[in-house]
């Protein structure tokens, strides 16, 4: 059964950096994409960034400049590097990744269990 395990999260003062890594595993899958969204306190989820197995990124605009994803590497993690962090980055942040476990069947959703970014002074 896939899973999607993410490490990384904690507080961070105003204009500090974090680094989330999230890795897929269990059996034998295809990634057609990965990425990061995110849950403020109190409002709906929303993307961050995704990147597809060809490398190519989108980021919200909140988040441009600031935010970089890794593509996703042998060992199916990918990271997202998050600087000059800003007290609205304050969220629960889940990896995504859009995967396919059967040749037979098609690409389905997968979802991390989130981990907790504070940016707080």
């Known amino acids: 059964q896939v899973q999607l395990v993410e490490s990384g999260g904690g507080l961070v003062q105003p204009g500090g950096s974090l680094t989330l890594s999230c890795t897929a595993s269990g059996g034998t899958f295809s990634i057609r994409a990965m990425g990061w969204y995110r849950q403020p306190p109190g409002k709906e989820r929303e993307v961050v960034v995704t990147i597809n197995s060809s490398g190519t990124a989108k980021y919200a605009d909140s988040v441009k400049d600031r935010f970089t994803i890794s593509g996703v590497n042998a060992e199916n993690t990918v990271y997202l590097q998050m600087g000059s962090l800003k007290p609205e980055d304050t969220a629960v942040y889940y990896c995504?990744?859009?995967?396919?476990?059967?040749?037979?069947?098609?690409?389905?959703?997968?979802w991390g269990l989130g981990t907790q970014v504070t940016v707080s002074s």
């Open positions: 995504y990744a859009l995967l396919n476990t059967d040749p037979r069947l098609g690409y389905f959703d997968y």
